[in-house]
């Protein structure tokens, strides 16, 4: 599980592929974020934690919002995001 700290703390699970979901396919995984509306996304690398769990946080924000994607690139170089309209549109996050 991801707990939170004083940065915002997302987890991304992927999906299980048997029989080979134990092992630790090469996948790429990033969180895409920016302040809501508020110029380019900044990215993020998310660091494997332990089988399908990846984390991955976004610095601490002052009183806002943020929105967010992530993304995962998958051994054959394929691109999934979540949500899926994603980057047009996104996941929010509100900070007071």
């Known amino acids: 599980t991801c707990s939170a ?3 915002w703390t997302w987890c ?3 999906r299980r592929t048997a029989p080979s979901w134990r ?3 090469s996948w790429e995984v990033n969180l895409y974020w920016r302040p809501l509306g508020n110029g380019t996304f900044n990215k993020v690398p998310a660091t494997h934690r332990n089988r399908q769990a990846y984390r991955v946080a976004v610095p601490a924000q002052p009183e806002g919002a943020v929105e967010y ?3 995962a690139v ?3 170089g394929k691109k999934v995001v979540w949500p899926t309209t994603a980057p047009s549109m ?3 996050a509100v900070v007071w």
Do not use: M, P, W
């Open 23 to 25: 092992r630790r396919a």
């Open 5 to 7: 700290t004083a940065a």
């Open 12 to 14: 991304a699970a992927r």
């Open 90 to 92: 996104n996941q929010t």
């Open 74 to 76: 998958l051994d054959d």
């Open 69 to 71: 994607y992530l993304e």
